[in-house]
């Protein structure tokens, strides 16, 4: 069993950067796919990222596409979200998840284990 803690989140201005972090113990971030979701308020959770177990390949959800990179550093066991170019309407708790089936899913309900979250702010 792992345990997933996040951090990194924060208030920002839109246009800014953040980079937030998921440390993994008990077991290493490369036995799962790893996944990022999101909650704004009032909102059902959402895919944003994953990574695939296996080989490393990366999938994302289309509002963040081309601004947003997901990553693992094996070395630390910890998954990475860089946020580019944040938008107001990337205002979200964030969620690191973990996924025994290594797929690397969009559907929050193929992840076994999930962080407590983050809070992402951007303000406008």
């Known amino acids: 069993q792992v345990q997933l803690v996040e951090s990194g989140g924060g208030l920002v201005q839109a246009g800014d950067s953040l980079r937030l972090s998921c440390v993994a113990s008990?077991?290493?971030?490369?036995?799962?796919?790893m996944g990022w979701f999101r909650q704004a308020p009032g909102s059902e959770r959402e895919f944003v990222a994953a990574?695939?177990?296996?080989?490393?390949?990366?999938y994302y959800a289309d509002p963040v596409k081309g601004r947003f990179s997901i990553s693992r550093d094996t070395a630390k066991n910890t998954v990475y979200l860089q946020m580019n170019s944040l938008k107001p309407e990337d205002t979200a708790v964030y969620y690191c998840?973990?996924?025994?089936?290594?797929?690397?899913?969009?559907?929050?309900?193929?992840?076994?284990?999930w962080g407590q979250g983050t809070q992402v702010t951007v303000s406008s």
């Open positions: 998840a973990a996924d025994r089936a290594g797929w690397g899913s969009r559907v929050s309900k193929s992840y076994e284990y």
């Open positions: 008990g077991r290493t971030v490369s036995d799962y796919g």
């Open positions: 990574i695939r177990r296996n080989d490393g390949i990366t």
